[in-house]
């Protein structure tokens, strides 16, 4: 007897926990908080639950529609009667749908998810999936004047996920009269329900009026603006449960909207920030793996050897092999590599397991202490780090600065919440006040036997020089790109051997997994950076300022290696 849909839901996401599915870092996360949920559901805390009913609806509606692409498209003639093949959905597909309209809210019944980013390689069937799930949106989800949208930037690109669900319609007599559709060139319309699904694809600025109860934004990556989707997005204020949802392959735009959507996606799967009505999975190879590995691929392409055909991944992977031009290419649409990103310095996870709640900066009261300073006036965090001995680990404390204009600016909608709890400092007006920090960290070194307290030159010079003259042990660090090589090496080995405690600050946390990797091409050396403006790292790197010089003195004292004594 054949699994339903719930249980093919389930079942898959065990096998991807359990190591069984080959999936990568992201679906796995995906499957983890599935199981979170379902281990809180219908608590205060997590007021939703899972109704496999509807989950299972979506999956069943989507499997009454007809291929219309490839070798399942055949018409099948049986009697002389005309029929098509019907979609057969994959057991991470059916995931993805039972997860989307299956969790609901434990009073009002309505959908929990509002916004979805789902990001894969090509040929694994997105627009097909997606392009059901819209029809499943404006005629079946019994939302009255449904106005669902496939929107992108160009005609073209929005008929990507229209056309077939066009052509699933116009293949099928008895949905046309289930649901009194209406074919056009560029919509399908229920004249009876006043629902319409319809491309979408001029300019952002002539879209207003919009009443969006879904939308899928396809291909994201190639938006050079953000427009349509702040269009989309703001459009759905009087539905009551509206459904999102970006689909795309990687690109090389870390400014654009898609990669906002990536890191927003990202820092959920990795419990860093909470958004109980985002879904998203990313679909990739993982840091370290080869891509020449046919091994790794499936974790880009949960469809391999359905859609995304073996052979072709192998002549794809050899052209890539041997035509340098063809290897980013390669990356980008088979393996769904973002080719201009640096590389994720920590394994979020484990960043995680090494919180200790408890752990308090007095315990280390008149110990040995080690300090990193990162200095930013206006855009920027200012950070200051402390680290401490303890037995084999090493505990760590990060103190936050900030202006009071930046933080009115800011685009993070979590750092209000961070300001309210305390985990930053704020500081009047439209600069960070450089006499506070240094007040405190008089403090720390009447409090701690601090040995060091290594600095960036670049901004701290002049402040760094006072507090030299006051006695304070300030350490510059030079030659910076050999120092990080190393620095970066060692606290992730710390992490990763659960070496280090850190007190749970969410806002450093934020900052250390924005924090990418770039290594130069013509000396190996690494560097500490970000690929976007908006993703802070400034407590992360005093933290590699602190532990560097604290590891570097441990291994020899009498090496003052990149560093010059003030």
């Given at each position: 007897m054949s699994l339903g849909y719930a249980e093919r839901a389930h079942a898959y996401a065990r096998r991807v926990v359990d190591g069984v599915e080959g999936a990568g870092l992201y679906e796995v996360l995906m499957c983890k908080r599935f199981f979170r949920d379902l281990a809180r559901q219908g608590t205060p805390e997590f007021p939703y639950v899972l109704n496999d009913a509807k989950g299972e609806r979506i999956c069943q509606f989507i499997e009454l529609l007809s291929h219309i692409k490839g070798e399942w498209a055949k018409p099948i003639y049986t009697d002389g009667v005309l029929s098509y093949a019907k979609i057969r959905l994959e057991d991470w597909q059916i995931f993805i749908e039972y997860n989307l309209f299956g969790w609901v809210h434990v009073v009002t019944g309505l959908r929990r998810f509002r916004r979805s980013y789902e990001e894969i390689a090509r040929k694994n069937a997105k627009s097909t999936r997606v392009a059901g799930r819209k029809l499943y949106l404006c005629f079946a989800d019994e939302e009255p004047g449904a106005h669902v949208y496939s929107a992108a930037t160009t005609a073209k690109q929005a008929r990507e996920v229209f056309d077939p669900a066009r052509e699933m319609v116009l293949r099928d007599e008895e949905f046309r009269q289930r649901f009194g559709?209406?074919?056009?060139?560029?919509?399908?319309?229920?004249?009876?329900?006043?629902?319409?699904?319809?491309?979408?694809?001029?300019?952002?600025?002539?879209?207003?009026?919009?009443?969006?109860?879904?939308?899928?934004?396809?291909?994201?990556?190639?938006?050079?603006?953000?427009?349509?989707?702040?269009?989309?997005?703001?459009?759905?204020?009087?539905?009551?449960?509206?459904?999102?949802?970006?689909?795309t392959t990687a690109g090389k735009d870390m400014n654009g909207i898609?990669?906002?959507?990536?890191?927003?996606?990202?820092?959920?799967?990795?419990?860093?920030?909470?958004?109980?009505?985002?879904?998203?999975?990313?679909?990739?190879?993982?840091?370290?793996?080869?891509?020449?590995?046919?091994?790794?691929?499936?974790?880009?392409?949960?469809?391999?050897?359905?859609?995304?055909?073996?052979?072709?991944?192998?002549?794809?992977?050899?052209?890539?092999?041997?035509?340098?031009?063809?290897?980013?290419?390669?990356?980008?649409?088979?393996?769904?590599?973002?080719?201009?990103?640096?590389?994720?310095?920590?394994?979020?996870?484990?960043?995680?397991?090494?919180?200790?709640?408890?752990?308090?900066?007095?315990?280390?009261?008149?110990?040995?202490?080690?300090?990193?300073?990162?200095?930013?006036?206006?855009?920027?965090?200012?950070?200051?780090?402390?680290?401490?001995?303890?037995?084999?680990?090493?505990?760590?404390?990060?103190?936050?600065?900030?202006?009071?204009?930046?933080?009115?600016?800011?685009?993070?909608?979590?750092?209000?919440?961070?300001?309210?709890?305390?985990?930053?400092?704020?500081?009047?007006?439209?600069?960070t006040d450089f006499d506070v920090i240094a007040e405190d960290m008089r403090a720390d070194c009447r409090m701690h036997e601090m040995a060091e307290i290594g600095f960036d030159p670049a901004l701290a010079m002049y402040f760094a020089g006072k507090l030299v003259e006051e006695g304070l042990p300030m350490v510059e660090i030079q030659q910076r790109s050999l120092f990080f090589t190393q620095a970066l090496l060692q606290v992730e080995n710390l992490v990763l051997g659960g070496l280090l405690e850190h007190d749970g600050n969410p806002l450093l946390s934020w900052m250390v997994s924005n924090l990418v990797v770039r290594v130069s091409k013509f000396n190996e050396l690494r560097s500490p950076t970000k690929d976007r403006d908006e993703d802070k790292i400034d407590g992360a790197i005093a933290i590699l300022i602190a532990l560097g010089r604290a590891l570097l003195l441990a291994q020899d004292d009498s090496i003052n290696q990149g560093f010059v004594q003030l």
């Open positions: 559709c209406t074919v056009g060139r560029y919509d399908i319309t229920a004249p009876e329900s006043a629902s319409s699904f319809q491309i979408l694809a001029s300019e952002a600025s002539t879209q207003d009026g919009l009443n969006v109860h879904g939308a899928v934004v396809d291909e994201v990556h190639a938006h050079k603006k953000r427009d349509l989707w702040d269009v989309i997005e703001s459009a759905d204020g009087s539905r009551s449960q509206p459904l999102i949802s970006a689909i898609c990669y906002e959507l990536r890191g927003i996606t990202i820092k959920v799967l990795q419990q860093i920030t909470t958004d109980e009505t985002w879904f998203g999975v990313i679909f990739t190879i993982d840091k370290g793996d080869d891509w020449t590995d046919p091994k790794v691929w499936r974790k880009a392409n949960p469809n391999i050897g359905i859609s995304a055909k073996l052979d072709k991944l192998e002549s794809a992977c050899n052209r890539a092999k041997s035509t340098p031009s063809a290897r980013g290419n390669f990356m980008t649409k088979h393996l769904n590599v973002w080719t201009n990103a640096g590389s994720a310095w920590m394994d979020m996870e484990k960043w995680n397991a090494c919180e200790n709640p408890d752990l308090k900066e007095e315990e280390f009261a008149g110990q040995k202490g080690y300090g990193g300073l990162d200095l930013a006036q206006k855009s920027d965090f200012a950070a200051k780090a402390k680290a401490f001995q303890r037995g084999p680990k090493w505990c760590v404390f990060v103190e936050l600065y900030y202006n009071a204009h930046a933080v009115e600016e800011s685009s993070n909608a979590h750092l209000p919440g961070w300001v309210e709890e305390g985990w930053v400092k704020v500081c009047e007006g439209n600069l």
